[in-house]
């Protein structure tokens, strides 16, 4: 029984580049959540997904991100234009059923932007 | 909007103390409350939950933690520390929306 998988791990990105970061659900979730992790800091919020609907984005940039959850295939979070401030640790969790059910993580995609 | 507080930064205790991390939130009504362990290069694992009821909840790895409505608190605690035990801990509040808010962690030494 997988858990969430993200991919890659490590993503290196030179600045103006795209970047774009994998989430596969465990199975049998539907609900998505990205969040942003900054050396010692929390993690933030970014988008909450589920099946083909985004459903709250209030905490990703209006600009250069984007996120899907398509009704096939992995979450994607993409980012374009890559700048230094990018870099950070992403992380993905899902849940069954949403609404502050506990959340299952992956181990993160680390972008780095040089 | 709810918000999390945590006010240790780096902890250090001896293996085989005890060991309490402290959590503060603020939110209106009773909040749905978390918390979330994290090992190095690792993503987070749920450790215990808060949603109703008795207010002193079990979780993993022999932790606990006490929701304190007066003091608007939902401290960690283990009586007894053990190197593996060293990592980062996270405190998270719900609210009955889709955000739920992660305190900015708690890391945890342990010196044998």
């Known amino acids: 029984n997988a858990g969430v998988m993200q991919n890659p791990r490590h993503l290196v990105r030179r600045r103006g580049q795209e970047a774009r970061l994998r989430c596969s659900p465990m199975?049998?979730?539907?609900?998505v959540y990205w969040y942003r992790q900054l050396p010692e800091e929390g993690l933030k919020f970014m988008v909450y997904?589920?099946?083909?609907?985004?459903?709250?984005e209030s905490g990703m940039p209006k600009e250069r991100f984007s996120a899907e959850f398509p009704k096939e295939g992995p979450s994607i979070l993409r980012i374009q234009q890559v700048v230094r401030g990018d870099s950070a640790a992403y992380f993905c969790?899902?849940?069954?059923?949403?609404?502050?059910?506990?959340?299952?993580f992956g181990n993160g995609t680390r972008l780095t932007v040089t | 909007a709810q918000s999390v507080t945590q006010p240790d930064i780096h902890i250090t205790v001896s293996e085989g103390a005890s060991l309490e991390l402290r959590c503060n939130y603020s939110?209106?009504?009773?909040?749905?409350l978390f918390w979330y362990v994290q090992s190095p290069g690792q993503g987070l694992q749920l450790l215990l939950k808060?949603?109703?009821?008795?207010?002193l909840v079990q979780g993993i790895k022999g932790f606990e933690a006490e929701f304190k409505r007066s003091q608007s608190s939902f401290n960690l605690r283990k009586p007894s520390v053990h190197w593996s035990d060293a990592a980062e801990y996270f405190c998270?509040?719900?609210?009955?929306?889709?955000?739920?808010?992660f305190g900015a962690g708690t890391r945890l030494t342990v010196k044998p």
């Open positions: 939110y209106g009504a009773t909040p749905y």
């Open positions: 997904l589920q099946k083909e609907n985004i459903i709250d």
């Open positions: 199975k049998g979730h539907s609900h």
């Open positions: 998270a509040v719900g609210a009955g929306n889709n955000d739920m808010r």
């Open positions: 969790a899902s849940s069954p059923t949403g609404a502050n059910s506990p959340l299952h």
């Open positions: 808060y949603f109703s009821g008795d207010t």
